[in-house]
């Protein structure tokens, strides 16, 4: 028998990629689907063999694969030989075997309504049926059934496996474990625990006004994921260059303002060169799997699936994470006269692929007219969600919907707090940041951990791209000259703030 070319090429693609076995299997893949009896016998051992070695690295011991096969299940030399040219083959991604698949699932759908509708004429051309009518078509019906489940997307079943696994997890796991269901963005301690991480299958909308910071707290988490998790980490800015968001990144982890790390003279300062260092080398712990994209009428969700896909096999992950820089500027395949009717699709389709890939995805919105109004000093309600083109649909959609607006009392309070330190002659005017205090309210949080608080604070130091987590907002405080005082303490020893004694300046 002529060894199917989609076949093969399917299997190989699994040989090469163990990882993505379980999601192929929950996709429908299964022995029933090939038609070459050899490359049955292979498929079925490699399930056997993934069940049974997890967690080993990212390919097959092919020499123990290759002699369970001929001592376990007594396949022929031909078969043996079968194995080394599936793994000489090489790999396929994550897109194209899923597209075999799919083409494979329905060629053994037709065969099965080939078989039914031979057994329907050969029932209604036989003289002398010897069955009820009603009862051949109640087994009929039950025969389209299982093609319709075969024909289906995902493999439908009770919840009888997911149990057993469940189980068997809780009775492995072991003592000291993280706290959080998700990815780790630690250090950023308490806004952590409060989403528990950015957990697999979720979507983070992040909405807030212009100059409130959203891109570097974006750009920080996303490379405290790449940097915690060492996953692959995909991030999409829809208005900057890739050399923008590196230099950010840069000054964040140096600490020097991207002005002076793209045109100043840093290799003929000391201090400098000892930051610019310390960036690089807190950089180069996640430059392997940390991807900054300019996004453009290319790159809609369609086409960003495809990529993660790609990326994801490329490190041999079964898991990524993805920022998206900001919503409203997604395209989408087929353009929309409305802006709403884009954005709604755009958030729909971020929360499928957030599902399919059962990884986390950030999106950064942007706040309408009334939004940005509301973030202001004399308004005395604050935005939300429903502020951003589109943010009901978002809202709905997300499953963590986070708001970031300035809070006008404890940037003041900390103000007053520096310009009596000026005018008492402790502090150098000249060398103060410019700062602004924001509350990131978690407006929805679904499975939201028990004791978590919904809005944790963030000083923004604007030159360095810093956003430091101050830990969170006490609504009930009306008073915060201790919280503006331990701020302060925070900046002078920091080099923030230049502390001088009497007659200094």
Request: glycine letters at 8%.
């Amino acid at each position: 028998m002529t060894t199917d070319r989609t076949e093969f090429r399917l299997l190989a693609g699994a040989l090469a990629a163990p990882h993505h076995l379980e999601k192929l299997q929950k996709l429908g893949m299964s022995s029933s689907l090939f038609e070459d009896g050899d490359l049955k016998a292979v498929f079925d051992a490699f399930q056997w063999y993934c069940s049974n070695h997890k967690g080993e690295g990212g390919k097959i011991d092919l020499p123990l694969f290759t002699a369970y096969l001929t001592e376990e299940r007594h396949v022929t030399p031909a078969t043996a030989t079968l194995v080394g040219k599936l793994t000489d083959a090489g790999g396929e991604d994550m897109t194209t075997l899923v597209e075999m698949l799919d083409r494979l699932k329905t060629r053994a759908a037709r065969r099965k309504l080939r078989t039914i509708a031979d057994n329907i004429n050969s029932f209604t051309d036989a003289e002398k049926q010897g069955r009820r009518v009603e009862d051949f078509a109640a087994e009929i019906s039950e025969q389209l059934r299982q093609v319709a489940r075969l024909s289906s997307q995902d493999r439908q079943e009770p919840i009888r496996d997911e149990l057993l696994r469940y189980v068997e997890e809780v009775r492995t796991r072991g003592i000291g474990l993280p706290s959080i269901l998700g990815m780790s963005i630690a250090p950023y301690d308490n806004l952590n625990i409060a989403v528990s991480g950015l957990r697999p299958g979720f979507y983070y909308a992040l909405g807030g006004a212009p100059r409130r910071g959203k891109t570097n707290l974006m750009l920080r988490l996303a490379t405290l994921v790449a940097r915690n998790e060492k996953v692959p980490v995909l991030y999409y800015s829809y208005e900057q260059t890739r050399r923008v968001l590196l230099t950010r990144v840069l000054s964040q982890e140096s600490l020097i303002n991207p002005l002076v790390l793209q045109k100043g003279d840093i290799r003929n300062k000391a201090e400098l060169v000892t930051r610019f260092n310390k960036g690089i080398k807190e950089t180069s712990a996640y430059m392997d799997n940390f991807y900054l994209f300019e996004g453009d009428r290319q790159d809609t969700i369609e086409h960003i699936r495809s990529v993660a896909y790609g990326i994801m096999d490329s490190h041999h992950a079964d898991r990524c994470a993805i920022f998206l820089d900001y919503l409203q500027k997604v395209p989408t395949v087929n353009p929309y006269a409305s802006l709403q009717k884009q954005v709604d699709e755009v958030s729909g389709l971020i929360a499928q692929l957030s599902t399919e890939l059962q990884s986390p995805i950030v999106a950064v919105s942007s706040f309408d007219k009334d939004g940005c109004r509301l973030d202001s000093e004399t308004s005395k309600e604050r935005p939300t969600m429903f502020n951003c083109t589109g943010g009901g649909d978002i809202e709905y959609d997300a499953d963590v919907a986070l708001i970031v607006v300035k809070d006008y009392h404890d940037t003041a309070q900390l103000e007053e707090k520096i310009a009596n330190a000026v005018r008492e002659g402790g502090v150098n005017p000249h060398h103060i940041p410019h700062f602004d205090i924001l509350n990131l309210f978690i407006d929805k949080n679904r499975d939201a951990p028990e004791g978590g608080n919904i809005i944790v604070q963030f000083l923004f130091l604007i030159e360095d791209n810093q956003m430091v987590e101050l830990g969170y907002k006490d609504v009930e405080e009306r008073y915060s000259y201790a919280k503006a005082g331990k701020i302060f303490e925070w900046l002078l020893e920091r080099g923030y703030l230049e502390a001088v004694g009497p007659g200094e300046h």
